[in-house]
């Protein structure tokens, strides 16, 4: 019987991914993550829940613990004094990887800033690598991620300055790159440890081919890309396009997770008789 309050993992990972998600707060002891983040959780510290409870009043919580009984069920029960919708993951982290699902291999992450947020810089004018990449960031890693878009040449300035990461770059020291025939939001899929959802590799898929210049390799990426070119013409503002982009990656994630094998034509939706 499910626990009052609770919702499944299965449940959950049709939620992670999409706009609909719930914020998930991961409030786990450091020491009982051994390295693994929850995909697109807030780390939140649950026995100071009182203080910082108030931050979430009127939103939909998923909280995460360990195994759904230790820390969690009283986290939720504060957040919902403060007004929150909140509930437990059932099982928690241990019946999420029963269930063999995903977790985010912190080592891949960079340091956070002082508000808990990854910050990354890449080139100004993004097309397809440089949208694709904030978007499974802020859907599977981090959502509150902050992306900086400067000019090639200021970006080893704004890196130092500010500590943020460089993306899409060219350069063999980089690890957020290109490599070889993979584009940069390939090694995030792989190393980020999102390589084994299926719907994530169809996409990386047709990311690689519009971002390549290899458009055979999916049917799709042909369209990726002439959405693509077509955004970065209509926004002269880059995070106003990165708004937008990710409305067009979000529907491509529920296409391949959903609806990558249906078609549509002109008598597709007629009643049968």
């Known amino acids: 019987m499910p626990a009052l309050n609770a919702i499944s993992p299965v449940?959950?990972?049709?939620?992670?991914?999409?706009?609909?998600?719930?914020?998930?707060?991961?409030?786990r002891m450091p020491d009982e993550t051994e390295g693994r983040l929850f995909p697109g959780a807030i780390l939140?510290?649950?026995a100071e829940v009182s203080a910082w409870g108030q931050d979430y009043a009127g939103l939909e919580v998923?909280?995460?613990?360990?195994?759904?009984?230790?820390?969690s069920p009283g986290v939720?029960?504060?957040l919902r004094y403060h007004g929150a919708d909140a509930q437990i993951l059932e099982g928690g982290v241990i019946e999420w990887l029963a269930a063999r699902l995903p977790l985010i291999h912190a080592k891949a992450l960079p340091p956070r800033d002082e508000q808990g947020r990854t910050l990354w810089v890449t080139r100004a004018r993004p097309k397809v690598d440089r949208i694709a990449c904030p978007w499974l960031i802020r859907r599977f890693v981090d959502p509150q991620a902050v992306f900086l878009f400067a000019a090639p040449s200021e970006i080893p300035a704004v890196s130092l300055a500010f500590g943020a990461t460089p993306f899409d770059l060219e350069g063999e020291a980089l690890r957020w790159t290109h490599r070889g025939e993979l584009c940069t939001f390939?090694?995030?899929?792989?190393?980020?440890?999102?390589?084994?959802?299926?719907?994530?590799?169809?996409l990386a898929t047709i990311v690689r081919g519009a971002d390549t210049d290899r458009v055979k390799i999916a049917p799709?990426?042909?369209?990726?890309?002439?959405?693509?070119?077509?955004?970065?013409?209509?926004?002269?503002?880059d995070h106003?396009?990165?708004?937008?982009?990710?409305?067009?990656?979000?529907?491509?994630?529920?296409?391949?997770?959903?609806?990558?094998?249906?078609?549509?034509?002109?008598?597709?939706h007629r009643a049968r008789k």
């Open 76 to 78: 939720a029960a504060w």
């Open 44 to 46: 939140r510290h649950g």
């Open 240 to 268: 106003a396009q990165l708004d937008a982009g990710m409305l067009v990656y979000d529907a491509l994630y529920r296409w391949s997770r959903d609806a990558s094998d249906e078609t549509h034509n002109w008598a597709s």
């Open 62 to 71: 998923v909280v995460i613990c360990r195994n759904g009984q230790a820390v």
């Open 11 to 27: 449940k959950l990972m049709r939620l992670v991914g999409t706009p609909k998600c719930p914020v998930l707060i991961d409030v």
């Open 186 to 202: 390939d090694a995030m899929v792989e190393d980020f440890g999102l390589g084994e959802l299926e719907p994530l590799a169809r």
């Open 220 to 237: 799709e990426a042909a369209g990726l890309l002439a959405v693509s070119l077509g955004l970065s013409r209509m926004f002269e503002d």
